[in-house]
């Protein structure tokens, strides 16, 4: 039976600087130990497209800049190494701030 991967976990920092490099953390999990790719959805438009196969318990480091102030809300999904996708992970809440506010 080939089960669908569980919606990754998506990690990093609460406050970020705007034009900064962030970095966040997407851990995955597929019931059946599928290697998994992770797709990212940074809530500004940008996206990060499905990267390199890694294994199902591993995280995958993710950098993202953002260019404006406000509030976002990261979301990622996996896919398995056949065509099984996660949910959206639950929605990770960052504020991108001014330099020096």
Do not use: K
Request: hydrophobic letters at 35%; a negative charge.
């Amino acid at each position: 039976m080939n089960l669908r991967p569980l919606a990754p976990h998506v990690s990093g920092p609460d406050t970020v600087a705007v034009g900064e490099r962030s970095e966040f953390e997407v851990t995955v999990y597929d019931p059946d130990g599928d290697e998994l790719r992770v797709f990212v959805a940074w809530g500004d438009g940008d996206t990060t497209d499905y990267g390199e196969f890694v294994r199902s318990g591993r995280s995958v480091l993710f950098f993202h800049i953002y260019n404006s102030a406000g509030a976002f809300t990261i979301r990622a999904r996996c896919q398995d190494l056949g065509t099984l996708f996660s949910n959206w992970s639950e929605g990770r809440q960052v504020t991108a701030v001014s330099p020096g506010e």
